[in-house]
């Protein structure tokens, strides 16, 4: 059964800048697109960045472009999420996803297979 686990939520102050990791278990990530994804508290789930399996193109939501970078490493089966200039409204528990997106990049119904999510607190 396909795995995906995330990793590298933690508190963080504003400003401040955080990883996070998703590791991929019986398949290879490279068969999907992989995406980024959160959920706060009382909203619905919101796609942050997405890459590509074939050129490594990434799409980012407005919300987070030019504060997070997404990245993979397929002959580990892993990929990133790198966070910085992090601010309170950031707050969310944090999946990734991966699938075959045809109609939006960032729609999460686009998406097969999650994590459980990790909690990222940005508050000082």
């Known amino acids: 059964q396909v795995q995906l686990v995330e990793s590298g939520g933690d508190l963080v102050q504003p400003g401040g800048s955080l990883s996070l990791s998703c590791a991929a278990s019986k398949f290879t990530l490279d068969r999907y697109i992989i995406g980024w994804f959160r959920q706060a508290p009382g909203k619905e789930r919101e796609g942050l960045s997405c890459?590509?399996?074939?050129?490594?193109?990434?799409y980012y939501s407005d919300s987070v472009k030019g504060r997070f970078t997404i990245s993979r490493d397929n002959a580990n089966n892993m990929v990133y999420l790198q966070m910085s200039s992090l601010k309170p409204e950031d707050t969310a528990v944090y999946y990734c996803?991966?699938?075959?997106?045809?109609?939006?990049?960032?729609?999460?119904?686009?998406?097969?297979?999650w994590g459980q999510g990790t909690q990222v607190t940005v508050s000082s």
């Open positions: 996803a991966a699938g075959n997106p045809f109609a939006s990049m960032l729609a999460p119904g686009e998406y097969d297979y």
């Open positions: 890459i590509s399996n074939t050129d490594g193109s990434t």
